[in-house]
């Protein structure tokens, strides 16, 4: 078993940035992709960024390419995604998942992640 949990959430102005952490625990050794996904009021939860945790180039949805960046600290079993130039429509409960699948790029698709945190929100004000 693999445990997620989320910090870094909170209230940001539109043009402001933040960090999201995302640390691992368990069965560690069992994960080679961490995901992050939102979903927004109303909305299906939907790809933003992944990348595999033993290296390769992290791979972001269009929405976000340019303002989001992932990166991670093996050592300490912690994957973080640094959120710049945040707007109002990036409003959404931001979560962290991780697979065991490998793909390159890395993977995607929502229903290949098995292990999910508890999300934590993001609100952008205008």
């Known amino acids: 078993q693999v445990q997620l949990v989320e910090s870094g959430g909170g209230l940001v102005q539109a043009g402001g940035s933040l960090r999201l952490s995302c640390q691992a625990s368990?069965?560690?050794?069992?994960?080679?992709?961490v995901g992050w996904f939102r979903q927004a009021p109303g909305k299906e939860r939907e790809f933003v960024g992944c990348?595999?945790?033993?290296?390769?180039?992290?791979s972001f949805a269009d929405s976000v390419l340019g303002r989001f960046t992932i990166s991670r600290d093996n050592a300490k079993n912690t994957v973080y995604l640094q959120m710049n130039s945040l707007q109002p429509e990036d409003t959404a409960i931001y979560y962290c998942?991780?697979?065991?699948?490998?793909?390159?790029?890395?993977?995607?698709?929502?229903?290949?992640?098995?292990?999910w945190g508890q999300g934590t929100q993001v609100t952008v004000s205008s």
């Open positions: 368990g069965s560690t050794l069992s994960i080679n992709t």
């Open positions: 990348i595999n945790w033993r290296g390769a180039t992290p």
């Open positions: 998942a991780m697979s065991r699948l490998y793909g390159n790029p890395c993977i995607r698709a929502i229903g290949d992640y098995f292990y």
